[in-house]
């Protein structure tokens, strides 16, 4: 989710969607690269933190990282 969208912020949904739809893993994504708002998105649950533009090769080490995240929570079962 965007940083700055209309209504609320990333931040909160972040928030929201945790409580929505618990242990989903969601990755923020702007335009801007402040320290202090990935660490603040990170307390708020995010998984992954993206700068925009978006590069393919760090959207898809985020898609392997939910992946392997996922794979290691099913073989703890």
Known sequence: YDMRMRGMNGFEAVSEIDSRVPGIPVALMTGERDIGAVLTGFRSGAFDY?????????????????????QQIRQQR
């Open 50 to 70: 993206l700068t925009k533009p978006i590069d393919l090769a760090e959207l898809l080490a985020c898609i392997d990282r939910v992946a392997s995240q996922n």
